[in-house]
């Protein structure tokens, strides 16, 4: 892209251009090197100081995140907000395609014109997110909507990098799901800020109690984190179908959100997600270097069959890579 388009494509970025925000996330997505250029260029065009609430969102199988997502959003909707939705879909491990269909799950908040939708495919991206969610966060930030709701690919114990990427994180279960304690681990368990019980409504609202109530047992057993007002994570029940709860779940939300901005933690989690994310690029980095460099890769090639055949251990093979690094 030429620096005319790129300005071109920032400016519509920035006067909440849907479309402008639709194909700068395109680009920021491309793997290409030359795009990956043009999107440093046009993050650095895009206006300083706009911030959004980030809130991470996942769940398991069948538990309704997509309704529950859009049933949030057309609540915002109505108070005023300009709500962007970012969906990571899980992308096939044999031809690398996605299905993307949360988009067409939420039907009505799609229509919104204070709506913005993105799926997106989690590629080779391990986590619950894709390898450009940072980026594309920081696109609907700068396009002026606030919140923006992360939807993760699903719920396991690898889901734990959307913490990296939100300022609340919350984990969406179901009732009636057979062994609840069982059906998320801990590692996703110590990083909720809020749990919400969804499908509580109709035969289900007594289940939806009691699975509540066992949610907030075990994370009474947790070791209080600094980042939780007195208490500790809540624990609610909601209904997407009927927006019972859904005024709560957000005052909630926006409750602790507020406090961590007012104790400071807001700005130190920011800080340390900064840290993070430029480790991580460093490494994506120099592997990609690594891999583009014709005699390097040929290299790396070789040293992979010396440790398929295993006339060679990982931990060798890798240690040849780096002594040029880690020589005098």
Known sequence: MSDIQITELAA???????????????????????????TQQLLAALPPGRTALRIGLSGTPGVGKSTLIEALG?????????VAVLAVDPSSTRNGGAILGDKTRMEQLSRQPGAFIRPSPSQTALG?????????????????????LIETVGVGQSE???????????????????DELQGVKRGIMEIADLVLVNKSDGPFRAQALATAGDYRSALGLMRPRPQDPPGGPQVMTVSALTGDGMAAAWDAVRALADWR???????????????????AELETELLRL???DPTLSARLAALEAEVAAGRMTAAAAAAVVLAPLTAG
């Open 74 to 82: 057309l609540h915002l909707i109505t108070q005023g907000a300009r």
């Open 12 to 38: 519509g970025v920035a006067a909440g251009d849907r479309r402008a925000l639709a194909r700068a996330i395109t680009l920021a997505e491309s793997t290409r090197t030359d795009h990956r250029a043009a």
């Open 128 to 148: 619950g997110i894709a390898r450009r969610t940072r980026e594309a966060v920081t696109l609907c930030e700068a396009a002026g909507f606030d919140p923006v």
């Open 261 to 279: 901005q007012a104790q400071g933690i807001a700005a130190q989690t920011r800080a340390a997600q900064t840290r993070h994310w430029f480790r």
């Open 290 to 292: 690594l891999t583009a």
């Open 160 to 178: 734990t990098l959307v913490a990296q990427v939100c300022d609340v994180f919350v984990l969406l279960l179901a009732p009636a799901g057979g």
